[in-house]
C-alpha cells in the first residue's frame, strides 16, 4: 500500500490556498483533484488530519474539514483509529451502493443546484437577468401558436394522452428539421421529453450504474452536473483546449476511470461556446470507440451555429449503438415548451421508453402539438434566434470593453452567452453584483470540481438597454470588489458581507 506523508502532500498540493472561500473547502478541493488526477492512488493512505495541519499551518479543523468534503465526494475514506485513505475513480462513489443507506441527495448536490439555477422562475423588479441564457418567448412564436387551427389541435387531443415516446408527426417533424442542421435522424430512434434536461437525465439512468463515473468537459451545463452528481455518479473533468476536449486526456481518462458515460457539448459548449471542429472530433471518435465508451452528446445549442458550419454530430462517428444525442426547442423557439428529445439506438431505446414511463409517462401532449405547429417554422426560428444573438453579442463585448477593459472576455463561436475571466474570484464578483442588482453565474458552479474560480458567465439575450446598464452595474459591483480585495485582506470575503 502507498502510503504519502504529510511533507509528501503538501509538496503536492502546490498553492492550494489560491482564490478566495474557507481554507478547507480549498484544501479538500484540491484533495479531489489529486485524486481524480491519480498523483494520489487508490488505496494511498493519507496522513493524520493533525500531521497535515501542522505541516501547513492551518488549524487542526482546516484538515477536518477537507478530509470531510473530499469524502463527501466520494474520493476519500476514514475509519476511526484506522485513519484515511483514498478511494480512486475505480471504486464506488459516496452514496451508492455498499452497506450504508444511500443519502437522498449526495452531500454536495444539493448546494449546487441552489447555486446554479437560483434565478430560474423568480423575475424580481429593477434585478437586471445576465444569468439565464435563455431566450424571450419571440413573437414568431407566440404568433404560430396562437394561429393554430383549433379542429387541428382538436384532432389531436382525441384518444389517449399518454404517448410515451412521443407522438409520431411531431418525431418525424423534428427529424426533418435535424436534417436541416447536419443530423441526420429517424423519428423511431427518436423519444420525444420534457427538455433536454429529461433527455440526459433518463441517459444517465439507463446508462451509468450506481457509483460509475461520468467523464465531462472540464467546464460543462450545471444541469447536468446536477442529475449525475445527484445519482452519487462520480463525475471527472477532460481537460481542454481551445477545441475542445484533449484526446489524449480523454484516452487517459478511459484508460483510468473506465466511464460508463462520455458526456459533451460538441456545438456551442456551454459555458464556453465552442464548436468543436472535425478534425478533433474525428481524434474523440478515435479513442471512444477504442475503448468502447458511450457517448452522451447534447446537441441542445446546436441550432444556433451557423448551419454551413456546424459539424455532423460526433455520435455519427462512433460505431452503432455508442452513442445517444439530445436536443430541444428551448434555445430556438422558448423554454416553457418543455419539448427535447432523445435519439438512441434500438436497445436502448427500450430502456430509455421504460425509464420515461416510471418518470412521467410521457411529455405532456398539448406541448407537442403546439412543438409539432412550430416545427415549419424552426429553420427561420433559428435564424432569427442566431441574428438576436449576434446583436446581444456585439453590445455585451461593447459594454463589456467599456465598463470592465480589464476582465478577459472569449468570443464565443456559437451560444448566448460569455465565458469571462475576472481577475479576481468570481463567487464575490457575483454576490457583489446581486447586491448591485445584476445576476451572472459564478465559474464554481460550471465546474465537476467547483473549480474555475476566477471566471463568470455573462448572458446577451436581453434587450440591448438592458444589458448595457447590467454591465454598468457589473462595473460598479466590481471597482467595490477591486477597492476591498486591495483594502488590506488577501480575501475581501470579510469586507463584502452581502
Ligand atoms: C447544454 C444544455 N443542455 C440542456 C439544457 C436543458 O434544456 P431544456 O430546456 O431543453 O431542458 C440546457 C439549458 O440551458 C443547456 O444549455
Not at 502532500?9 to 491519480?38: F, I, N, Q, S
Not at 447536468?224 to 489524449?248: K, N, W, Y
Not at 449576434?390 to 476582465?407: F, I, K, M, N, V
Not at 444589458?467 to 480575501?491: I, K, M, N, P, Q
Request: glycine fraction near 12%.
Amino acid at each position: 500500500m502507498t502510503v504519502v506523508d504529510a511533507r509528501t502532500l503538501a509538496d503536492m498540493l502546490g498553492p492550494w490556498r489560491d482564490g478566495a472561500g474557507p481554507l478547507g473547502e480549498k484544501l479538500g478541493r484540491r484533495l479531489v483533484v489529486l485524486v481524480d488526477k491519480a498523483a494520489l492512488p487508490d488505496g494511498t493512505r493519507l496522513p493524520p488530519e493533525r500531521a497535515l495541519a501542522t505541516r501547513l499551518a492551518v488549524s487542526r479543523s482546516t484538515a477536518t474539514a477537507a478530509y470531510r468534503l473530499a469524502r463527501g465526494q466520494g474520493r476519500i475514506e476514514s475509519r476511526q483509529g484506522a485513519g484515511s485513505w483514498v478511494r480512486g475513480p475505480g471504486g464506488p462513489a459516496a452514496g451508492a451502493g455498499g452497506h450504508g443507506a444511500a443519502p437522498h441527495h449526495p452531500p454536495d448536490s444539493l448546494a449546487h443546484d441552489e447555486e446554479a439555477f437560483s434565478a430560474l422562475g423568480r423575475a424580481v423588479d429593477g434585478v437586471v437577468d445576465l444569468s439565464l441564457a435563455e431566450p424571450p418567448c419571440d413573437g414568431t412564436t407566440r404568433a404560430v401558436l396562437s394561429q393554430l387551427d383549433p379542429d387541428w389541435l382538436a384532432a389531436g387531443m382525441r384518444g389517449t394522452g399518454y404517448h410515451p415516446q412521443g407522438l409520431a408527426g411531431l418525431r418525424e417533424g423534428l427529424a426533418g428539421f435535424l436534417a436541416t442542421i447536419g443530423h441526420h435522424a429517424t423519428p423511431d430512434r427518436m423519444m420525444v421529453t420534457t427538455g433536454a434536461q429529461q433527455a440526459i437525465s433518463l441517459t444517465a439512468s439507463v446508462i451509468c450504474p450506481p457509483g460509475s463515473t461520468v467523464l465531462v468537459e472540464e467546464a460543462t451545463y450545471p444541469g447536468a452536473l446536477g442529475v449525475f452528481r445527484r445519482m452519487g455518479l462520480r463525475v471527472v473533468p477532460i481537460s481542454t483546449d481551445q477545441f475542445g476536449p484533449v484526446p489524449e486526456v480523454l484516452a487517459e481518462l478511459c484508460t483510468r476511470t473506465r466511464p460508463a458515460l462520455v458526456y459533451l457539448i460538441p456545438v456551442g459548449s456551454n459555458p464556453a461556446g465552442t464548436v468543436i471542429p472535425p478534425a478533433r472530433l474525428d481524434a474523440l471518435a478515435d479513442v471512444l470507440s477504442r475503448h468502447g465508451t458511450v457517448l452522451a452528446e447534447d446537441r441542445t445549442a446546436a441550432p444556433l451555429a451557423e448551419p454551413a458550419r456546424v459539424p455532423a454530430p460526433l455520435a455519427t462517428r462512433l460505431p452503432r449503438g455508442r452513442a445517444v444525442v439530445v436536443g430541444s426547442v428551448s434555445k430556438i423557439a422558448w423554454s416553457g415548451i418543455r419539448v427535447g428529445w432523445v435519439i438512441a439506438p434500438p436497445e436502448l431505446m427500450r430502456e430509455l421508453l421504460s425509464a420515461r414511463i416510471g418518470a412521467d409517462l410521457a411529455a405532456s401532449l398539448v406541448s407537442q402539438l403546439l412543438t409539432q405547429g412550430l416545427v415549419p417554422r424552426l429553420p427561420q426560428l433559428a435564424a432569427t434566434a442566431r441574428t438576436m444573438i449576434a446583436e446581444g453579442q456585439a453590445t455585451l463585448g461593447a459594454a463589456l470593453a467599456r465598463h470592465l477593459p480589464e476582465w478577459e472576455a472569449n468570443d464565443p463561436q456559437a451560444g448566448a452567452w460569455r465565458w469571462v475571466r475576472v481577475p479576481g474570484d468570481a463567487r464575490l464578483v457575483a454576490r457583489a453584483a446581486a447586491a448591485a442588482g445584476v445576476l451572472v453565474t459564478p465559474g464554481p458552479v460550471f465546474s465537476p470540481h467547483a473549480l474555475l474560480t476566477d471566471h463568470l458567465r455573462i448572458a446577451c439575450v436581453s434587450p440591448a438597454d438592458v444589458l448595457v446598464d447590467g454591465v454598468s452595474r457589473l462595473g460598479r459591483a466590481w471597482e467595490g470588489v477591486a477597492r476591498a480585495t486591495h483594502g488590506g485582506t488577501d480575501d475581501g470575503r470579510d469586507l463584502l458581507i452581502i
